[in-house]
């Protein structure tokens, strides 16, 4: 069936450094969202990208959707320590299926 | 606001034991999703529904069933629970046409 991968599954950043993570489909995906879970929390809706190579920011976030809508990445300019926790794509091709996620540290 | 609410937070139950994990929604969402998230696993889709009496099975239906008999409701049944269903289970719901799910605060299931 399809899978989203995602990469790294952990990454450990000083504050103020960058930070991405890696989104891949085996198939060509609708859209693709990100959520982002807090400790203890539940997933959170961040964004949805529908079109082919866009790109669109929220604040220090950068989320890029590929040209062959098969892959997607979610950069963190200047990380802070509420950026902490897992970070989630999932892709919707009728049902929407997540990736593993990547988890966030970050030292102050 | 938005709400997504599963009938328990923790929940521990025994080997053999029949289990139902409800949601309520309140948004008046067609799609209703049941997920459950393992460490290093991600989110994994058990079952969804995109109307009353309509499922479909996600990647993992094994060892489980679903009802949803009012469109406000989507119920998780592990016919017979087993050690391995121990996990996080998380319910979601979202209008159709492949929009923003919203998440309930999860049930934690420990089966001993």
């Known amino acids: 069936g399809q899978q989203v991968m995602q990469i790294p599954q952990y990454q450990h950043v000083q504050e103020g450094e960058d930070f991405t993570t890696y989104c891949n489909s085996s198939?060509?995906?609708?859209?693709i969202q990100w959520y982002k879970q807090r400790p203890g929390g539940h997933p959170v809706f961040l964004i949805q990208l529908v079109k082919s190579g866009e790109v669109k920011k929220q604040k220090r976030l950068t989320f890029q959707f590929g040209e062959a809508k098969k892959n997607s990445s979610l950069h963190i300019t200047a990380t802070q320590t509420t950026d902490v926790g897992t970070y989630f794509c999932?892709?919707?091709?009728?049902?929407?299926?997540f990736g593993q996620g990547t988890t966030l540290q970050v030292k102050p | 606001d938005v709400k997504v609410t599963q009938s328990s937070r923790y929940l521990v139950k025994r080997t053999g034991e029949k289990v139902f994990l409800e949601c309520v929604q309140d948004m008046d969402h067609e799609n209703m999703f049941w997920y459950r998230q393992d460490p290093g696993l991600g989110l994994r889709l058990i079952y969804f529904?995109?109307?009353?009496?309509?499922?479909e099975k996600g990647d993992i239906p094994e060892g489980y069933s679903v009802s949803r008999e009012k469109k406000e409701r989507f119920s998780l049944i592990l016919e017979s629970a087993s050690t391995n269903q121990t996990s996080m289970y998380l319910c979601a719901s979202s209008l159709p046409m492949d929009t923003e799910a919203f998440f309930g605060q999860g049930t934690r299931l420990t089966v001993v």
């Open positions: 999932a892709g919707h091709t009728g049902k929407l299926i």
């Open positions: 529904s995109y109307d009353v009496k309509m499922k």
């Open positions: 198939t060509t995906l609708s859209n």
